[in-house]
């Protein structure tokens, strides 16, 4: 199994910038990607970015693309997302996933962080 601690969540000003951690533990060699998600209140979750374990190829929303950049540090087994120019539709608990080698489906969750964007 593999168990996620997201961190990094907090309250910021419309504008500003955040930097969310997701640290990986346990069976990390079955990781084949890591993916944010996010969930805003009365609203479905919705994916953020991607990005896969060996080769750093990298996936966005729409809603987020130029503003967030995920990165990963291997060595660290810690996944980050770069959020930039936060805007208060950003406002949502966010989640850390892993799919795994072999799986199309995100098996395993963080317990997620909260991002309160005011304005």
């Known amino acids: 199994q593999v168990q996620l601690v997201e961190s990094g969540g907090g309250l910021v000003q419309a504008g500003g910038s955040l930097r969310l951690t997701c640290a990986a533990s346990?069976?990390?060699?079955?990781?084949?990607?890591v993916g944010w998600f996010r969930q805003a209140p009365g609203k479905v979750r919705e994916f953020i970015a991607a990005?896969?374990?060996?080769?750093?190829?990298?996936y966005y929303a729409d809603s987020v693309k130029g503003r967030f950049t995920i990165s990963r540090d291997n060595a660290k087994n810690t996944v980050y997302l770069q959020m930039n120019s936060l805007k208060p539709e950003d406002t949502a608990v966010y989640y850390c996933?892993?799919?795994?080698?072999?799986?199309?489906?995100?098996?395993?969750w963080g317990r997620g962080t909260q991002v309160t964007v005011s304005t």
């Open positions: 346990g069976r990390t060699s079955s990781i084949h990607a």
């Open positions: 996933a892993v799919q795994e080698v072999g799986g199309g489906k995100y098996n395993y």
């Open positions: 990005i896969t374990w060996r080769g750093g190829s990298t």
